[in-house]
Structures are given as C-alpha cells and as structure tokens.
T-cell receptor, first 117, second 108 residues
Framework: DAGVIQSPRHEVTEMGQEVTLRCKPI?????LFWYRQTMMRGLELLIY????????DSGMPEDRFSAKMPNASFSTLKIQPSEPRDSAVYFC???????????????FGDGTRLSIL | DAKTTQPPSMDCAEGRAANLPCNHS???????VYWYRQIHSQGPQYIIH???NNETNEMASLIITEDRKSSTLILPHATLRDTAVYYC?????????FGTGTRLQVFP
C-alpha cells in the first residue's frame, strides 16, 4: 500500500513568495495532521483534520499559515508571505479513526524540506 | 497528555538487544504508550503501541510495567539501520506530542 505522499520534497524560494505544500494521505484514513520540525523546537503539531474538517489549529504559528483539506485524498499547507524563519521540514501524517482515544497510529510522509532565502 | 522522560542517548552493539527505557509516571488510565523512530532525513516511523499489556510485532517488543509508570522498547537484534532517534509518547487523544527522544547509535 502507498504511504503518505508529500510534494515537493524540497522547496527553495525567496522571502515574500507564496509556498504551497501538498499531502496525499493513506487511502481509508480520515484524520490528517501537519507537523513542522526545526532544530530549535523539534516536532510540532500545526493543525489536524478529521473527515476533512479542521479540528485543532492552535499550533499554526500565525495568520500567514493556512491549511485546507478539500477532499479525503488531498490537503495543502500554504504560507503567504513566506519568511526565513519558516524554513523547516514539514511533515504530513494520516491515521484511521476519529476520536478513537489515541488507539490509531499516525503514519508519516517523508516531509518537505523548505528553505526561505 | 502525560509527559515522558527518556535518556538523551544510548549505544548498542550490532546484533545485541537494544533496550530503550521511558518514564511516564503521570500517565492516566486511558493513555496509550507509543513508540516512533526517526532516521535522519526521514519522517517519523511508527514502531509499536500499547495500553496495559506487553506488545510484540515484527519490529520490536514493548514492555509496560504493571503500574504503567514506565516502559521499555526492545529491539531484539539491533542492526546499523536501527540507528535513529526513538520517541516515547503517551496519548489519549488524536494528538501526538513529541519530546526530544533517545538517540540510539548502533555500532559494528
């Protein structure tokens, strides 16, 4: 079975540009999670969706960040305008079940390495 | 979700068992113990999880103490490819909260 697919794998862009990261969850999974990893802060949850509905976006750093999930097989994380401090590795994960009390493992993609110059 | 404590680093000889400890003394009755690992430049990889009973799968074994305040992840025959950061997480909700983990170095 295909795992979580993220694109692009690497993105280098200049400050002020719009950045769009994409994620395709595992088929049949109805929860989707966006994480960010930096050396300073480690792995942080940004936002997650259940059945395409955003449930908790308390980890989204500021209004420049937005995430959508228009259908069960696709999600985007957008940064507009981008800043150098947004440079990080962004991971997407998916899992079965909603409100399962923590009994469903999340499976991660290989991430997008983002560099903002 | 309860906080976990792990040693920052450990070494293990190739072919030997790697035993990674985790303390979670404030764990609640409905919180699961999860283990993930992250090999350099890759996404976190799910290893195993459990609630009360010990668990085993093709990757590892999870031993949870009777009081559930600590657990041990066992890699029975470590290989060089098991070199990674290992995260112990306790959760009762959809969220995973990652700590700093244990950096396991397997040496020849």
């Amino acid at each position: 079975d295909a795992g979580v697919i993220q694109s692009p794998r690497h993105e280098v862009t200049e400050m002020g540009q719009e950045v769009t990261l994409r994620c395709k969850p595992i088929s049949g999974h109805n929860s989707l999670f966006w994480y960010r990893q930096t050396m300073m802060r480690g792995l942080e949850l940004l936002i997650y969706f259940n059945n395409n509905v955003p449930i908790d976006d308390s980890g989204m750093p500021e209004d420049r960040f937005s995430a959508k999930m228009p259908n069960a097989s696709f999600s985007t994380l957008k940064i507009q305008p981008s800043e150098p401090r947004d440079s990080a590795v962004y991971f997407c994960a998916s899992s079965r079940g909603t409100g399962s009390g923590g009994n469903q493992p999340q499976h991660f993609g290989d991430g997008t390495r983002l560099s903002i110059l | 979700d309860a906080k976990t404590t792990q040693p920052p680093s450990m070494d293990c000889a190739e072919g030997r068992a790697a035993n990674l400890p985790c303390n979670h003394s404030t764990i609640s009755g409905n919180e699961y113990v999860y283990w993930y690992r992250q090999i350099h430049s890759q996404g976190p990889q799910y290893i195993i999880h459990g609630l009360k009973n010990n668990e085993t799968n093709e990757m590892a074994s999870l031993i949870i103490t009777e009081d559930r305040k600590s657990s041990t992840l066992i890699l029975p025959h470590a290989t060089l490819r098991d070199t990674a950061v290992y995260y112990c997480i306790v959760r009762s909700t959809d969220k995973l909260i990652f700590g700093t983990g244990t950096r396991l170095q397997v040496f020849p």
